[in-house]
């Protein structure tokens, strides 16, 4: 009936508007089947947030004996490594120096007899640059978003009116650092190492570590030394764990993961006719967050693997990231 109702409307010049139930495996990319609805439920947008509990965040807090605190966010600014069709300027804006002079109260160089003036800045560019926060409607699979919804009922001109980074709430939980470099005895792994799941459990095993629910997992593969300092190689490509690894971590039901590197997972990857499939499949299938250009090379240093990890971030309404800098408790 609904099918033969369609083609009325279709007849008529009508458009039909497209819903979850709509799609058949046929409009799926080859092997590929519906996820959706979600572990989480139909309507979710927390993904694997949820796994963060109130005695997870008990837990984490526990871990702070020292009180030192390790940022792990990077400086921003024009001269970041930036994806192709990225980009962000800053312009200092010191109109107040100017307008203050015309107030009817104003003195000498100021506003009032305390001569007060400001500046502030304008920012033009994408939240997809520096030490970011993906939301998980960052990316898609053709049309469908995390949960199976489709652009045509997520998209507004002004953003994402599901998935924006207001739903994301501020991630305290334990943080784990796998330094993988140091598992594979090198200060950087090469570009497009694939880190297998064999690799990642040995390094547990030698940081004498066992994944726990709603974890923050922050991969250490060296590739973050090149950022800022040869930016043309830094973008080349990248180490990064790959598809079994990322599934084993959604198995263990981890919160988040992130590494020193501009995207999540091996580029190229490990199957070159599918670019971006770990983080296609982590945000899209999973509704697993992620983090990319993580300054992890003190915590790798001073041999930390598990600390109190925070991360708050700006609640722009419809952004798909937030410019973030986390840090890691002791």
Same mark, same amino acid.
């Given at each position: ?38 572990? /989480?439920?139909?309507? =979710?947008? !927390?993904?694997?947030?949820?796994? &963060? *509990?109130?005695?997870? #965040?008990?837990? $984490?807090? +526990? ?119 140091? /598992?594979?005895?090198? =200060?950087? !792994?090469?570009?497009?190492?694939? &880190? *297998?799941?064999?690799? #990642?459990?040995? $390094?547990? +095993? ?125």
């Amino acid at each position: 009936m609904k099918t033969l109702l369609a083609i009325v409307l279709l007849a008529a010049g009508t458009v039909v508007p497209a819903s979850a139930g709509d799609l058949s495996d046929s409009a799926l990319p080859e092997g590929v089947k519906p996820w959706w609805p979600s572990r /989480y439920g139909a309507e =979710d947008q !927390l993904g694997t947030l949820n796994e &963060i *509990t109130a005695q997870a #965040v008990l837990a $984490a807090a +526990a871990l702070v004996k020292k009180g030192e605190v390790i940022d792990l966010g990077r400086v921003l600014d024009e001269n970041t490594p930036k994806f192709p069709g990225r980009y962000w300027q800053q312009t200092a804006d010191v109109t107040a120096h100017f307008s203050n002079l015309r107030r009817p109260d104003a003195a000498g160089k100021g506003w009032g007899k305390n001569q007060i003036n400001w500046i502030t800045e304008l920012q033009t560019g994408t939240f997809q640059v520096g030490t970011q926060l993906d939301s998980i409607g960052h990316i898609q699979i053709g049309e469908r978003f995390y949960n199976g919804k489709t652009t045509a009922e997520v998209v507004e001109a002004w953003g994402l009116n599901r998935y924006g980074m207001e739903t994301v709430p501020p991630i305290i939980t334990r943080g784990v650092l796998l330094d993988m470099a140091a /598992y594979r005895g090198v =200060d950087r !792994l090469p570009q497009g190492y694939a &880190i *297998t799941l064999a690799d #990642v459990k040995g $390094a547990l +095993a030698k940081e004498k570590l066992v994944l726990q629910r709603g974890d923050a997992v922050l991969v250490h593969t060296g590739w973050g030394a090149l950022y800022g300092l040869d930016n043309a190689q830094f973008l080349a490509g990248e180490p990064g764990v790959n598809l079994e690894t990322v599934q084993w971590f959604y198995q263990q039901r981890i919160a988040i993961t992130g590494a020193d590197t501009w995207s999540y997972g091996p580029v190229p990857g490990e199957d070159a006719d599918r670019p971006f499939q770990v983080p296609q499949t982590m945000y899209v299938q999973m509704g697993l967050f992620g983090l990319e250009n993580l300054a992890t090379e003190a915590l790798a240093k001073r041999k930390i693997y598990k600390f109190l990890f925070v991360l708050t971030h700006a609640k722009t309404r419809g952004s798909t990231a937030s410019v973030v800098a986390p840090a890691a408790v002791f």
